[in-house]
């Protein structure tokens, strides 16, 4: 019996875990990308081009409405992924309701939105599920990093592994590469948070903007650091040893 048991807590020491936390969130049609972290500004109409922002240093009502992109809490080095493909439809034309696109977009890579205020522009398919990484302040001085490119020339969307700088939005879509691969975003130093929203422009190019008419939501169970932890080199020999022992004690029980 000693011997059982010690096997027993030999083994349990060397089980596989999960590390990281997992976040369920939900991102709205209206969920401007490009007003990830902003509240110092009063946030124009929906339906008007958003080249110029007016600032004021404190928050409004409609700082509180969907209009701001959900964030989640990271820190600078994390490894961030879609837990499960992310789902849901929105629509992007004049009113609401059908047709709905997936996280994915409208399927076309016609997309070329302008920077705004310290959030780079978006180049890419139309309306997916995208990302920003940020600090803890807002991101409204100085100029925005560089414009990813997303489309069949550039990036394209079957990349493997991206690492963005902070303010640099970046493409998400339904998170799985071909072959049914998660893909894995590197969070930057500094960061220490991920606003997930929505690329929008009357037209999908220049100013942000037209949100007014999106309906709809994607759905996405994100990960944080949320991967196996593989066992050190000393435990895996520890687990040789062990289930040598058990195997002992098995032929000793048959003798």
Do not use: C
């Amino acid at each position: 019996m000693k011997k059982l048991t010690f096997i027993a807590v030999l083994l349990a020491g060397l089980n596989v875990a999960h590390a990281g936390t997992s976040v369920d969130v939900t991102i709205d049609g209206s969920d401007a990308i490009f007003l990830a972290g902003r509240t110092d500004l009063t946030i124009p109409p929906a339906s008007d081009p958003w080249s110029v922002l007016i600032r004021h240093g404190w928050p409004t009502p409609e700082e509180i409405q969907e209009t701001l992109p959900p964030t989640i809490a990271v820190s600078g080095g994390d490894v961030i992924r879609a837990l499960d493909p992310a789902v849901g439809g929105v629509s992007f034309y004049n009113g609401y309701g059908a047709p709905y696109f997936g996280p994915g977009g409208n399927g076309l890579s016609g997309s070329n939105l302008d920077s705004l205020g310290g959030i780079s522009g978006y180049i890419g398919p139309q309306g997916p599920l995208a990302g920003v990484f940020l600090d803890s302040s807002v991101p409204s001085s100085g100029p925005a990093p560089a414009t990813l490119d997303f489309n069949p020339g550039g990036l394209g969307i079957d990349f493997p592994t991206l690492s963005p700088v902070l303010g640099q939005v970046f493409y998400i879509g339904d998170g799985v590469k071909s072959g049914g691969v998660f893909q894995t975003f590197i969070a930057p130093a500094g960061a220490t948070r991920l606003a997930l929203g929505i690329p929008d422009g009357f037209g999908f190019v220049g100013s942000p903007g037209a949100y007014d008419d999106n309906d709809g939501s994607y759905r996405v169970r994100i990960g944080i650091n949320e991967v196996p932890v593989i066992p050190a080199p000393g435990a895996i020999v520890l687990s040789s040893i062990g289930a040598g022992l058990v195997g002992w004690l098995r032929k000793r029980r048959a003798l």
